[in-house]
């Protein structure tokens, strides 16, 4: 059985980087059937996918934050890594990891979550 675990800071800088890691279990990242995404929920609002990575390693992008976002992975330790430059307010959520089977979708297994809140 999969299981999803996200780290990284609570509380990063306006301006900063805001960088996460999902460590997966169960699971390759190289399973030819599945996507590795990032999906947000602000407060008050509703969840938006953010990206994904393929079991071949290409990622994929929302248009919106293509030009802040990046997102990689680490075979070795199964790891998944997503990182949003120039952060604002305004991308204070709770952030998941997500086990999907195709990009641009908000269904899947995903784990707990864990908020970054962005304040100076």
């Known amino acids: 059985q999969v299981q999803l675990q996200e780290s990284g800071p609570g509380l990063v800088r306006p301006s900063q980087t805001l960088s996460l890691t999902c460590t997966v279990s169960g699971e390759s990242i190289t399973n030819d059937l599945s996507y590795w995404s990032w999906i947000r929920q602000p407060p008050g609002k509703g969840r938006e996918w953010m990206g994904a990575?393929?079991?071949?390693?290409?990622?994929y992008y929302r248009e919106s934050l293509r030009n802040r976002t990046s997102i990689s992975r680490d075979t070795s330790k199964n790891q998944i890594f997503l990182q949003l430059r120039s952060v604002t307010p305004e991308d204070t959520a709770v952030y998941y990891c997500?086990?999907?089977?195709?990009?641009?979708?908000?269904?899947?297994?995903r784990g707990q979550g864990t908020q970054v809140t962005v304040s100076s």
């Open positions: 997500y086990r999907t089977t195709s990009i641009a979708t908000l269904d899947g297994i």
């Open positions: 990575i393929s079991s071949t390693g290409r990622p």
